[in-house]
């Protein structure tokens, strides 16, 4: 794409975005936009754009300048010489226009020398506007290839950015296969901490039931003597069991016997109560019989 626009003092360069800005031609009535790549690029061509902008700002304010002084250098001299014509005519005769013209020639030659320079110095003026005017010219035929350069890289970094744009959305896609890829590996890891833990107690574990296997070989190499031991003992409950039963059976005879002499105790004890009511009785009777032999003795 290339753009044909001559930068004027009169154009402003406006950012639009971060990588966008335009610029309105008059002339042509056609605004002019370009996008740029980076900020950085925008911002240096925004910066080149305000310099070749004040330059042609500084060339039409020094072309005026020059033309101003040009045309006030004329009207002067344009005054001045009507006059002195005037003069010389109103003098009349030669000898006069002798003795009268001769400062004002001088005079004239003087503004003419003045006039000369003022040419000279605007002819010198105009071949610098000249070569400002060309400098400007290769300034803008510069920023034209600038600005085709840049378009070209437009499209060039909008390929790469589409370009870049895939490769991220590929990339997104798998850093997320990775991450899934990451969880199960962590998962994974869990588990396998968790089965290291639960081996590490089952080798505890086996380490127990290898002293506890241990403890029952040296059981069982004293197994046949506890088995002998267990054997007598046996014989020995039989015998105390026997002897038991023996016990017993003469408990109960004891308990049969007792219960007897506790019957015959019981029966002696209601004879002997009777006995000893008799006993009483007779006692009773002995006494009152003492008593009456008493009272004998005494009536006697």
Request: hydrophobic share 30%; proline share 2%; glycine share 4%.
């Amino acid at each position: 794409v290339i753009i044909n626009s001559t930068i004027t003092p009169n154009m402003t360069f406006t950012k639009t975005s971060q990588k966008f800005g335009q610029w309105a031609d008059s002339r042509a009535n056609t605004v002019f936009g370009l996008g740029f790549p980076s900020e950085q690029q925008l911002s240096k061509f925004a910066e080149k754009f305000q310099e070749v902008k004040e330059a042609a700002k500084l060339a039409r304010d020094r072309s005026q300048e020059k033309i101003e002084t040009s045309s006030n250098h004329s009207q002067e001299s344009g005054r001045e010489t009507p006059s002195s014509t005037r003069a010389s005519s109103v003098n009349g005769t030669d000898d006069e226009k002798a003795s009268h013209g001769g400062p004002a020639e001088a005079h004239l030659k003087s503004e003419n020398d003045k006039l000369k320079i003022a040419l000279a110095q605007s002819s010198s003026n105009v071949k610098k506007w000249e070569t400002e005017l060309q400098t400007l010219r290769e300034s803008n035929a510069r920023l034209s290839t600038a600005l085709q350069e840049s378009a070209a890289s437009i499209e060039h970094w909008k390929k790469q950015f589409s370009a870049c744009k895939e490769e991220n959305d590929q990339l997104k896609s798998k850093i997320e296969e990775l991450e899934e890829q990451c969880n199960e590996i962590n998962k994974e890891k869990e588990r396998n901490a968790q089965l290291s833990r639960r081996l590490q107690e089952l080798e505890t574990e086996l380490q127990d039931k290898e002293l506890e296997l241990e403890e029952l070989r040296k059981q069982g190499e004293i197994l046949p003597q506890l088995m002998s031991e267990c054997e007598s003992v046996s014989q020995q409950l039989q015998a105390a069991e026997k002897k038991n039963k023996d016990l017993e059976e003469k408990v109960r005879t004891l308990r049969t016997e007792v219960e007897e002499s506790k019957h015959r105790q019981t029966n002696l004890k209601t004879e002997l109560k009777n006995f000893l009511d008799v006993l009483d009785g007779k006692i009773d009777e002995l006494h009152d019989f003492r008593q009456g032999l008493s009272k004998l003795g005494v009536d006697n």
